[in-house]
């Protein structure tokens, strides 16, 4: 289910799209979003995944950037943070090591067009991990960022 705020001018046409294209989204959810949307409890929940996320974020950057094993890059908004390793690639050896020991991060060269230039940079989620499991898990992939594993 989506929603999407048009101006007068491109409801009817929206509404005619959607018509057309799909007739699956049940009554009661869309009405229980719609509610959701106009009492601004969407709004609401927004601010306070916000600040979550922003927590979160911190304490991850935070743990990775005190080892000066890893450089963080990119928008500081969001559920996941690019990651560059500072010494060797981010897979093989170290990839495998990482999942064996329980930390799941994913080489950023799987996701682009061409690797080049993204071997040692890698994706680390944390959108569904609360704050100990992200210490935790930060704390550990510090370990193996010293294990000297290439």
């Given amino acids: 289910i989506a929603w999407l705020h048009l101006p007068s001018r491109l409801t009817s046409l929206a ?11 049940p009554p009661l ?10 009492q ?11 600040s979550l996320y922003r927590k979160k974020r911190d304490l991850a950057v935070s743990i990775l ?3 000066g094993l890893w450089r963080v890059e990119g928008d500081s908004a969001g559920i996941h943070l690019m990651v560059r390793r500072m010494a060797g690639e981010a897979d093989g050896p170290w ?4 999942h064996a020991t329980g930390v799941r991060v994913y080489p950023l060269k799987l996701h682009r067009r061409t690797a080049k ?12 991990l609360g704050l100990v499991e992200i210490e935790r898990g930060c704390h ?11």
């Fill in 15 to 25: 509404r005619e799209m959607k018509w057309l294209s799909d007739l699956h989204n």
């Fill in 29 to 38: 959810l869309q009405g229980t979003l719609a509610m959701f949307l106009e």
């Fill in 40 to 50: 601004g409890w969407y709004d609401l929940h927004l601010r306070r995944m916000r």
């Fill in 65 to 67: 950037s005190e080892s």
């Fill in 95 to 98: 990839l495998d090591h990482c």
């Fill in 117 to 128: 230039g993204y071997g040692n940079a890698f994706i680390l989620g944390f959108g569904h």
């Fill in 140 to 150: 550990l992939l510090n370990s193996l960022g010293q294990a000297g594993i290439p």
